[in-house]
């Protein structure tokens, strides 16, 4: 009897034991689901981007160096570079090249008669460069006619004798032969009727001479422009052309520099006229050729023993031509001639184009004389304590 009940008594503990093993067994794993499921609902309420932002966050990836460079140079900085180009750089070459009102009218007028104009021969542009050159340094081409032989680079090295005071004239443009003319309209042919002088101011020598005045006015020079006409017969021009400046001369004391400006004639034995040309700034523009002269035992020249200051002026008013506007100048020509050079240290004879040449290129040309012959005259400007 006592073992049997000793027997209930073990099975009964066993089964006692046993069973809270399998309860806690069985709660541990509905504890585990409970929890499984509660983790995958909190993760079915967050929003996907808090969750890529918190993989991001622990597993950073560095960024494409192409891309941090794309960021770092915006694409406005092409823009603000472009604007930092002035705005009135082209305004100002256009109204440099700006052909005048008057000249455009003149044209004009041309235009409308020029239905039956007569053919009376052939134009044809030319860029004279290196033509008869005897002498070369830089951007300076002489073409020397004379015995004496010269030392272009020594020369370029020398001062002119200049000292301008702007208070008082400096220069004086005047015309031996007034009357030369031009072409009104730019074609491959002149008319038969074309007049090659005419005492009209606002198409001779007259116009041009104003437009180198003006670019010198502009630039703060008082300079004198004598308009008389000096070929009404042609014979004795450049006798009373030097007494004209001889009274300019004892007038203002302050004059230094004279100039006899005037305009070339170019023929072929078929009756083509050359018109030399030159593109400056893009715009065509009469080329303009310096004479200077020379006295030599033979060449019958006299009274010019300072032939040699004239020259310093010329040929470095010629490099200051070319700097500025690169081929505007035919080489220069040192030749045995005197003119009226030989009545201040800085007197020339300069050639404007030509009669095949129109007025519109021959005042444009004047134009640019004008403005590197101050460019020039600055140099020798006095000092203001003096």
Same mark, same amino acid.
């Given at each position: ?7 209930? @008594? ?8 046993? =069973? ?14 409970l ?12 929003p ?32 603000? +570079? ?10 100002? +070459? ?10 455009? !009218? ?10 039956? !104009?007569?053919?009376?021969?052939? $134009? ?7 033509? =008869? ?16 032989? $010269? ?13 301008? !005071? ?16 031009? &072409? ?9 009727g074309? @007049?090659? %002088? ?5 198409q001779?020598?007259?116009r041009?001479g !104003?437009? #180198?005045?003006? @670019?010198?006015?502009t ?17 004795? +021009? ?7 400046? &001889?009274?300019?001369?004892k007038?203002y ?11 070339d ?8 006229? #050359? ?15 310096? #004479? ?37 100048? %035919? ?5 045995? %001639?005197? /003119? ?11 050639? #404007?184009?030509?009669? +095949? ?22 140099? /020798?400007?006095?000092? @203001?304590?003096?």
């Amino acid at each position: 009897m006592k073992k049997q009940i000793r027997l209930r @008594a073990v099975l009964l503990l066993f089964f006692t034991v046993g =069973g809270c093993f399998l309860l806690i067994r069985m709660h541990t794993a509905v504890f585990s689901l409970l929890a499984r499921m509660t983790v995958q609902a909190a993760q079915s309420f967050l929003p996907t981007a808090f969750v890529t932002r918190t993989a991001a966050t622990t597993a950073p990836t560095a960024a494409p160096v192409t891309e941090t460079v794309t960021e770092t140079v915006p694409t406005s900085e092409t823009t603000t +570079a472009a604007a930092t180009v002035p705005s009135t750089a082209a305004t100002t +070459a256009d109204a440099f090249t700006a052909t005048p009102q008057d000249v455009l !009218d003149r044209m004009a007028a041309a235009k409308k008669t020029a239905g039956g !104009d007569k053919k009376g021969g052939s $134009i044809k542009a030319r860029t004279y460069v290196n033509d =008869g050159v005897t002498d070369r340094a830089g951007n300076v081409r002489v073409k020397n006619t004379n015995k004496t032989q $010269i030392d272009l680079p020594r020369l370029l090295t020398q001062r002119v004798d200049l000292s301008v !005071d702007k208070t008082q004239p400096t220069v004086l443009i005047f015309h031996t032969h007034t009357t030369e003319t031009y &072409q009104l309209l730019a074609r491959d042919f002149y008319s038969a009727g074309f @007049a090659t %002088r005419s005492s009209d101011s606002g198409q001779n020598m007259v116009r041009v001479g !104003d437009e #180198i005045c003006s @670019a010198l006015r502009t630039a703060g020079y008082r300079v004198l422009h004598d308009t008389k006409i000096h070929d009404a017969r042609y014979t004795g +021009a450049y006798e009373r052309s030097r007494e004209t400046v &001889q009274q300019y001369l004892k007038k203002y004391p302050s004059l230094q520099i004279t100039l006899d400006i005037h305009r070339d004639a170019i023929q072929l034995s078929d009756g083509t006229k #050359i018109k030399p040309v030159a593109k400056i700034n893009g715009k065509p523009a009469a080329q303009v050729m310096i #004479i200077s002269g020379c006295q030599e035992n033979g060449n019958n020249v006299t009274a010019f023993p300072d032939w040699r200051q004239n020259l310093v002026f010329a040929v470095r008013l010629q490099q200051q031509m070319e700097t500025d506007f690169p081929g505007l100048t %035919r080489p220069l020509f040192f030749c045995p %001639r005197r /003119y009226n050079m030989n009545l201040t240290h800085c007197s020339l004879l300069i050639e #404007i184009g030509s009669d +095949a040449n129109t007025l519109e290129e021959a005042v444009y040309a004047g134009k640019c004389v004008g403005t590197s012959l101050a460019a020039l005259m600055q140099s /020798y400007e006095k000092e @203001a304590s003096e």
